[in-house]
Nanobody
Framework: QVQVVESGGGLVQPGGSLTLTCQAS????????MGWYRQAPGKEREMVGI???????TIASAMRGRFVLSRDNAKNTVDLEMRSLKPEDTAIYYC?????????????????WGRGTQVTVSS
């Protein structure tokens, strides 16, 4: 089975920084896309950034310049470094991974989500 675990959330003041870490593990051939999404209260879940296995990265335009993705394929981790945080960045941040794994019917690519980590930006 595949496990996806987020860590690093917490309370931070406006203008502050925070780094979230996603650790993926399991019996897989590879992890393809690894990324972060967030969901604020009363809003739909939105994409924050995605890192491909090639290390090509996409950051949502609203967060570009403040958020940085770093991926370590040897450790199966993807970090989200967040700077100049604003109250509107308050949300639950979820890690999403695409895993290529063995199944009884052959290799398949399946998507997995972590349980999320709360980020609160407030003075």
């Amino acid at each position: 089975q595949v496990q996806v675990v987020e860590s690093g959330g917490g309370l931070v003041q406006p203008g502050g920084s925070l780094t979230l870490t996603c650790q993926a593990s399991g019996n897989v051939y590879a992890f393809y896309d690894m990324g972060w999404y967030r969901q604020a209260p009363g809003k739909e879940r939105e994409m924050v950034g995605i890192s491909q296995i090639s290390n090509d990265k996409t950051i949502a335009s609203a967060m570009r310049g403040r958020f940085v993705l770093s991926r370590d394929n040897a450790k199966n981790t993807v970090d989200l470094e967040m700077r100049s945080l604003k109250p509107e960045d308050t949300a639950i941040y979820y890690c999403n991974v695409q895993a290529r794994l063995p199944t009884p019917s052959g290799p398949k690519t399946i998507e997995f989500w972590g349980r999320g980590t709360q980020v609160t930006v407030s003075s």
